[in-house]
């Protein structure tokens, strides 16, 4: 059991470390404007698509029943379509440090999904922990501001990054078990087949009028990252910690995301690393070691 915890620990650690750059990629694709966010997701979903069932074809078949392929249309909506979509439509409308403190309600709405719909319980322990992460999350994301260049964050992307929370809480609550029934590339290549289909009518002409010289490669190697590294191995490795650990565990490794930023910044020279900022990673480790080790149902 505890090898098992900690694949799943290992394989969210992953996902949201790649996260943590695609958010900084996301911004710099958005402000050139080359690119809209359907056709952008449109890539990735075609890209993954392609992949999860080339895959498939190396490992062992399973026969999905209808009731299970609209269990994961609905998936695919929730952890696919709708976070996507209102991330890449949000970046362009919200301040990085909006974005990153209203995102980092995730593991908060996670936390009461799975109490809603899993019967997973919240103990004070496991509320403490949520709660301690925050304040370490907050912390550290408000230690990296800088004052050169203001940006400002619009009502509607704030609403877009809640929307973008709720989904993706609702998705590692509600599709749970179905997420449980198969293996990693069964789930991902109908999940990313259904995803592409239903953006196809939304962006087909977009994506076959796009004028493809037009755009630098800087951003074509930034979209390459998100294809392979940020939805293909990311969303390799997200149903593996889904199936090992519990979903509010697995929401609060968003919480890695500023760290990275933050560690990014500092290699690059854009950023400077104090104890305070230690400080505010450490609180957020803690706080996940602290809801690892709480009461839940048996899983």
Known sequence: M????????????????????????????????????????????????????????????????????????????????????????????????????????????TMFVAAIFLKEPITWKKAGGVALSFVGVVWLILQSTHTGGVEHSSPMGIALVVLNALCFALYLGICRPIIQRYNVVTLMKWMFLFALVLILPFSAKEVLTLDYAAVPSPIWWEVAYLVFFATFVAYFLIPIGQQ???????????????????????????????????????????GVAIVNRSRARQE
């Open 244 to 286: 090992r650990i519990r979903p509010t565990l697995v929401s609060m490794y968003n919480y890695l995301q500023p760290i990275i930023a933050s560690v990014v910044g500092v290699a690059l020279g854009m950023d400077r690393l104090t104890w305070m900022k230690v400080l505010a990673a450490v609180l957020v480790f803690v």
């Open 2 to 109: 505890k090898h098992r915890h900690l694949i799943g620990h290992l394989a969210c650690f992953g996902a949201y470390a790649i996260f943590g750059l695609n958010i900084i990629f996301c911004k710099d694709i958005a402000n050139g404007g080359e690119l809209s966010p359907t056709v952008l997701f449109t890539f990735r979903a075609f890209c993954a698509a392609a992949l999860f069932w080339l895959l498939s074809l190396f490992v062992k078949h399973e026969r999905v029943p209808w009731q299970d392929l609209l269990g994961m249309l609905g998936a695919s909506v929730l952890g696919l379509i709708l976070p996507q979509m209102t991330f890449l439509y949000a970046i362009a409308m919200t301040a990085p440090i909006d974005l990153s403190v209203v995102n980092s309600i995730t593991p908060i709405m």
